[in-house]
């Protein structure tokens, strides 16, 4: 569940926003960012196991920046489907410079002969881009729902609980998926 983690300041951002002034989730954002990637770079994880954790440091950052010399921006409306924004920016960049941000987080997983395979790489290029689609469709949906039903709370949590439960079911399914072809392909 290295995945979830890497997701958590993100989602107890999302927590404290539907609770708290944006300023403050904003700030708890940074806080809890900073807080996860001096624990996993303590803890031993490479940087390039931490690009959800880097990303979510500089969105808060920014955020955070902005909210409190502005807070009662039109932008405090939108934060949801900002940062989900912000995730399919960091995952569809990730994928554009070729390294996936899911690489390294698998990298931590399996044995070091697997890093070059290019099955494991094409796995990795699809999980992302699973995550990043997840991302934006989540963007999107939501500022959509934001302009034109902005009282449809169920469906704003739906969006986001969606935006995260389906990449998650799809990265724990799809590399069993991979290692089961492999393994017919192998036994053929």
């Known amino acids: 569940m290295n995945y979830l983690r890497s997701f958590l300041p993100w989602i107890a951002f999302a927590v404290v926003a539907t609770q708290f002034d944006w300023r403050y989730s904003a700030l708890v954002g940074v806080v809890l960012s900073a807080a996860t990637l001096v624990w996993e770079r303590r803890n031993g994880r490479a940087w390039d196991s931490l ?3 880097l990303s979510a440091l500089g969105f808060f950052v920014l955020l955070a920046g902005f909210a409190f010399p502005f ?3 039109a932008v405090r409306d939108q934060v949801d489907p900002l940062s ?3 995730l ?6 990730s994928i554009a410079i070729k390294k996936p941000f899911t690489l390294g987080i698998a990298r931590t997983m399996v044995s070091r002969d697997l890093w070059d395979n290019p099955v494991f790489r094409r796995t990795n290029v699809i999980i992302t881009a699973v995550w990043a689609a997840s991302f934006t469709v989540h963007a999107i949906a939501g500022a959509i729902l934001l302009a034109y039903a902005p ?4 469906a704003l949590i739906t969006i986001k609980v969606l935006g995260f439960a389906v990449p998650i079911a799809f990265t724990l399914r799809y590399p069993k998926i991979v290692r089961a072809r492999a393994t017919v392909h192998t036994a053929q």
């Open 51 to 53: 690009v959800i954790e």
């Open 71 to 73: 807070p009662d921006s």
């Open 84 to 86: 989900s924004g912000w």
């Open 88 to 93: 399919a920016l960091t995952a569809w960049l």
């Open 151 to 154: 009282h449809a709370t169920v």
